[in-house]
């Protein structure tokens, strides 16, 4: 009876101590899944933050404005799958926003190509605008040297005494 009572009381001891061992280690995954918890907020804030400044929240502009990309966290979920509330990621909100995305890469090519001609126009204006400087100073030397002429054959024919004849 006494190794009876000795085995029972060893057997209670360990179970007390596996009993604490659990205890910490829930505590431990406790700590973890508060942590995990509240990094999937600010995941989940960052993306809301996001769709406001692309404005697709509360609803996106149209045609997509039947979609709603608005999605919850629920940790008090029973399962995995309903932590997290909202339109499926998979089937709505990626294909969304890969098409959001996809468009927007394309108004981005067309600014860029609509740049590159602006950018062209701009040279080949600048390039005539210097052409047309060119030309100006070319016939302010050419105006500067037929009124020196005009300066030098007044002078002659004042120096002759010839009277100036105007028709």
Known sequence: MNNDHEQLSKNLDELRQRMADTHRHVMNLEVGVSNKTSSAEDALEKY???LVSLELYPTPL???DHANLAL???PAAPTPQDLLQGADLRRTVRPI???IADAKRAERADSENEKIKVEA???KIIQE???L???ILELEKRANSVSY???DIRDARCLLNVPYLDY
């Open 48 to 50: 809301i933050h996001l």
């Open 62 to 64: 149209p045609p997509l």
């Open 72 to 74: 919850e966290l629920n």
């Open 97 to 99: 926003l890969s098409s």
């Open 121 to 123: 126009e701009l040279d």
């Open 129 to 131: 605008c210097e052409n």
């Open 133 to 135: 400087e060119e030309e």
């Open 149 to 151: 002429q005009a300066d």
